[in-house]
């Protein structure tokens, strides 16, 4: 019953902020013990874990990403969001988000940095 809808601009220039929205339908993003994830798969690799914000409100990130990255949420929207700087083409992919340990997706969006 628990939905995720990513939504978000398709293309992004390079070195602009990226922002996507995860909505939850169905279910709240603070249900004790459930934590909310960005995730991304760039063409031809695998799925790349970019950050978490838990039922609580604490916050994660993947190293690599990190200078890079911000997840935040608006409970009384039931969204939480993803801001990621200074984006290069090396950001092209299929974001998604994700919730309760893996156990609800959303369908994924494409995003691509190009001018």
């Known amino acids: 019953q628990v939905q995720l809808q990513e939504s978000g601009p398709g293309l992004v220039k390079p070195s602009q902020t990226l922002s996507l929205t995860c909505t939850v339908s169905?279910?709240?993003?603070?249900?004790?013990?459930?934590?909310w994830r960005w995730i991304r798969q760039p063409p031809g690799k695998g799925l790349e874990w970019m950050a978490t914000i838990g039922y609580s409100g604490s916050t994660y990130y993947s190293p690599s990403l990190k200078s890079r990255t911000s997840i935040s949420r608006d409970t009384s929207k039931n969204q939480f969001t993803l801001q990621l700087t200074s984006v290069t083409p090396v950001d092209t992919a299929v974001y998604y988000c994700?919730?309760?340990?893996?156990?609800?997706w959303g369908q994924g969006t494409q995003v691509t940095v190009s001018s």
């Open positions: 169905g279910g709240s993003i603070t249900t004790n013990n459930y934590n």
């Open positions: 994700s919730g309760a340990e893996g156990i609800y």
